[in-house]
């Protein structure tokens, strides 16, 4: 089971960090995947922590979003700086490991207002 927190309402040019914590004993981590979604909109794929570690962006986002993992304690994070209305959205964090594909999150609000 993995849980998104860290969303919320944010002036145009702000910041937040999203977490994305996965509970339980968790073994062959593939990588973590950061999505978003608007209503009406399929869902988008935002950015990646592998486990090699490597991360990769989604053009939009790449020099404002970080993503990085708290190994200890199972635990991912996306830094969102610069924030801009167009990053409103659901924010999911996916979970990818050797015996389970995907395991989603509830997702996560994120509102920023110009």
């Known amino acids: 089971r993995v849980v998104e927190s860290g969303g919320g309402l944010v002036h145009s040019g702000g910041s937040l960090r999203l977490s994305c914590t996965a509970s339980g004993a968790i073994s062959s981590i593939y990588s973590v995947e950061w999505h978003r979604q608007t209503p009406g909109k399929r869902r988008e794929w935002v950015a990646m922590f592998t486990s090699a570690p490597t991360t990769n962006y989604t053009d939009s986002v790449k020099g404002r979003f970080i993503a990085s993992r708290d190994g200890a304690k199972n635990t991912w994070f996306l830094q969102m700086n610069s924030l801009k209305p167009e990053d409103t959205a659901v924010y999911y964090c996916?979970?990818?490991?050797?015996?389970?594909?995907?395991?989603w999150g509830q997702g996560t609000q994120v509102t920023v207002s110009s």
């Open positions: 996916n979970l990818r490991t050797l015996l389970v594909p995907e395991t």
